[in-house]
């Protein structure tokens, strides 16, 4: 029997552009994850939205590790 790894949400942004720049930073790690929420960068005015980051369960710690050490450079 072949156990799937499920996909945990690691993060929350409210900018879906700061989800896809945290998705492009765990990709150069060789983490795959994926974004799921809305992009609405066909209104003219900004929309609040919940954009979710999500890895799957076994790289859970790796990437959490990961968003915290640029979170912290960037301080």
């Known amino acids: 029997m072949i156990m799937a ?34 992009k609405f960068s066909v209104l003219p005015y900004p929309v609040p939205s919940l954009s979710k980051l999500q890895v799957f369960e076994s790289q859970v ?4 590790e990961i968003l915290e050490s640029n979170e912290k450079q960037e301080q």
């Open 5 to 38: 790894d499920k996909l945990v949400t690691i993060a929350t942004f409210t900018d879906y552009s700061e989800a896809d720049l945290a998705k492009q930073l765990l990709d150069d790690f060789g983490i795959k994850s994926v974004v799921m929420g809305e």
């Open 61 to 64: 710690k790796r990437a959490q």
